[in-house]
T-cell receptor, first 115, second 114 residues
Framework: EAGVAQSPRYKIIEKRQSVAFWCNPI?????LYWYQQILGQGPKLLIQ????????DSQLPKDRFSAERLKGVDSTLKIQPAKLEDSAVYLC?????????????FGPGTRLTVL | GDSVTQMEGPVTLSEEAFLTINCTYT??????LFWYVQYPGEGLQLLLK?????DKGSNKGFEATYRKETTSFHLEKGSVQVSDSAVYFC?????????????FGGGTRVLVKP
């Protein structure tokens, strides 16, 4: 079974530029998550989708971050404009259903460096 | 809100030593508890989980027991190998939370020397 795919793996941009990350979840997984992992910290949830609807985006900085999940499969996370503090690894995860015990499977992440 | 606290690293051990990583949590309701591992250059992988009090999760020689009375989920392994060098994250998922959000601890880096 193929895992969660993410691209690109690495991205370096100047502050105030825009950037987009792509995620393809495990086939059949209804729920998709984007996490931000700052160096030396645990991942923090940015947004959660159930199919193509948003379940939780309370931690998403909506003035600069946006995300979509068209057709309930792939997802794109965008930052515009980027700030220095956005330097982090952006992790995508998916799970089969929504529920407290359901396992989330993580992709390899995209490492973003903002200069 | 929900929170997870785990011991800071790095933890440096010799091969075949005993490993313990402490994890305590604060949550409303009855959370599920997880240990994830991140090997160098790789994504997070689920190591083990426990869904109710007194459950023991185990995998690859690692064990952790869900202790509701002490709100803890300490990770243990009796004899570590060099290949166990990684960052370990304790996490919880609360039934009360919107959706299935995982709340992570800060991670503990483990280095096993031959």
């Amino acid at each position: 079974e193929a895992g969660v795919a993410q691209s690109p793996r690495y991205k370096i941009i100047e502050k105030r530029q825009s950037v987009a990350f792509w995620c393809n979840p495990i086939s059949g997984h209804a729920t998709l998550y984007w996490y931000q992992q700052i160096l030396g910290q645990g991942p923090k949830l940015l947004i959660q989708f159930q199919n193509n609807g948003v379940v939780d985006d309370s931690q998403l900085p909506k003035d600069r971050f946006s995300a979509e999940r068209l057709k309930g499969v792939d997802s794109t996370l965008k930052i515009q404009p980027a700030k220095l503090e956005d330097s982090a690894v952006y992790l995508c995860a998916s799970s089969l259903v929504i529920g407290g015990t359901d396992t989330q499977y993580f992709g390899p992440g995209t490492r973003l460096t903002v200069l | 809100g929900d929170s997870v606290t785990q011991m800071e690293g790095p933890v440096t051990l010799s091969e075949e030593a005993f490993l313990t990583i402490n994890c305590t949590y604060t949550a409303t309701g009855y959370p599920s508890l997880f240990w994830y591992v991140q090997y160098p250059g790789e994504g997070l992988q689920l190591l083990l989980k426990a869904t109710k009090a007194d459950d023991k999760g185990s995998n690859k020689g690692f064990e952790a027991t869900y202790r509701k009375e002490t709100t803890s989920f300490h990770l243990e392994k009796g004899s570590v190998q060099v290949s166990d060098s990684a960052v370990y994250f304790c996490a919880l998922s609360s039934f009360e939370a919107a959706g299935n959000k995982l709340t992570f601890g800060g991670g503990t880096r483990v280095l096993v020397k031959p």
